[in-house]
């Protein structure tokens, strides 16, 4: 029989909740290889991918509508099957969990799956997205919720050390609104990226306010890999010397950059609109 743990929380020190609120500090998360997910569409991605859900969290009183309702009816049932917890939890425990205020009552606390470069392979022709020391959990969730509009299926997450934001962030789950379990998604060293992309042999774009004019970019080949920098410091140099072309976005005088996902959506839709064709 499953190990299914139920019963109802009306203590912060309990230590499941004592567990899920230390969820919130990246080092924690990255020890247990564990987050939380809330929002009913983000809860649906988690369901719609397989990721484990090790325990839920519902608080009846905020469980105001039938989409509520069934959803959390569904978590008890994969909770029974699974072996994970199912929890019923106070309004007062729920409002010390839950990192937004309206998100339907229901929080669960779930085991993401950890891609790597190692076996990874582009798709023929991919526009991939690399992303070096992005550290804003909102930047990378809107990034990823462009992706998925502009047909870009993988984001690389290329870091120097500690620099950068983990992918299993809740606010990451939060921003892209699932989006980060139905793409490809990986974090890695910058030097392993580069590596990688070389094996590949993708054409690298670096996109740059030191590049020529993006819609004077010309042989991009193949799988292209556009890379970003963050909004404060832009690229590091090493990119410089891998990058087949460097890119700019033009803009009127006295601007500089743009929000980070304005400019990944720019990049992609002007490959969208070179290969005459619509988002896969």
Same mark, same amino acid.
């Given at each position: 029989?499953?190990?299914?743990?139920?019963?109802?929380?009306?203590?912060?020190?309990?230590?499941?909740?004592?567990?899920?609120l230390r969820l919130r500090q990246s080092a924690y998360r990255r020890a247990h290889?564990?987050? #939380? =997910?809330?929002?009913? *569409?983000?809860?649906?991605?988690?369901?719609?991918?397989? /990721?484990?859900?090790?325990? %839920?969290?519902? +608080?009846?009183?905020?469980?105001?509508?039938?989409?509520?309702?069934?959803?959390?009816?569904?978590?008890?049932?994969?909770?029974?099957?699974?072996?994970?917890?199912?929890?019923?939890?106070?309004?007062?425990?729920?409002?010390?969990?839950?990192?937004?205020?309206?998100?339907?009552?229901?929080?669960?606390?779930?085991?993401?799956?950890?891609?790597?470069?190692?076996?990874?392979?582009?798709?023929?022709?991919?526009?991939?997205?690399?992303?070096?020391?992005?550290?804003?959990?909102?930047?990378?969730?809107?990034?990823?919720?462009?992706?998925?509009?502009?047909?870009?299926?993988?984001?690389? #997450? =290329?870091?120097?050390? *500690?620099?950068?934001?983990?992918?299993?962030?809740?606010? /990451?789950?939060?921003?892209? %609104?699932?989006? +980060?379990?139905?793409?490809?998604?990986?974090?890695?060293?910058?030097?392993?990226?580069?590596?990688?992309?070389?094996?590949?042999?993708?054409?690298?774009?670096?996109?740059s306010p030191e590049g020529r004019s993006l819609y004077?970019?010309?042989?991009?080949?193949?799988?292209?890999?556009?890379?970003?920098?963050?909004?404060?410091?832009?690229?590091?140099?090493?990119?410089?010397?891998?990058?087949?072309?460097?890119?700019?976005?033009?803009?009127?005088?006295?601007?500089?950059?743009?929000?980070?996902?304005?400019?990944?959506?720019?990049?992609?839709?002007?490959?969208?609109?070179?290969?005459?064709?619509?988002?896969?």
């Open positions: 029989m499953p190990n299914t743990e139920h019963g109802h929380i009306s203590s912060t020190r309990n230590p499941r909740i004592r567990h899920a290889r564990q987050t #939380l =997910a809330e929002g009913y *569409r983000e809860i649906e991605a988690v369901l719609r991918n397989g /990721v484990p859900i090790q325990t %839920v969290f519902a +608080c009846e009183e905020l469980l105001l509508t039938p989409e509520g309702t069934e959803l959390a009816a569904r978590l008890q049932s994969r909770t029974q099957t699974s072996g994970g917890r199912f929890h019923t939890v106070s309004r007062h425990v729920y409002g010390r969990l839950a990192m937004r205020a309206s998100v339907g009552g229901l929080l669960v606390e779930i085991k993401p799956p950890v891609h790597s470069l190692r076996g990874l392979v582009p798709h023929p022709n991919e526009r991939l997205v690399v992303l070096e020391d992005v550290d804003k959990p909102g930047n990378i969730g809107a990034v990823l919720r462009t992706m998925r509009a502009a047909g870009s299926s993988t984001l690389i #997450l =290329a870091t120097h050390g *500690r620099g950068g934001t983990d992918l299993m962030n809740p606010n /990451v789950i939060r921003a892209s %609104v699932g989006l +980060c379990f139905d793409l490809r998604c990986v974090e890695a060293p910058v030097e392993e990226v580069v590596g990688w992309l070389n094996r590949q042999q993708c054409t690298v774009l670096a996109v004077r970019t010309d042989g991009l080949p193949g799988t292209v890999a556009c890379v970003f920098g963050s909004e404060a410091t832009g690229l590091s140099p090493i990119w410089r010397d891998v990058a087949h072309a460097v890119a700019a976005i033009p803009m009127t005088p006295g601007m500089d950059s743009l929000n980070l996902s304005v400019s990944v959506a720019v990049v992609l839709y002007e490959l969208l609109r070179r290969g005459l064709s619509e988002p896969d």
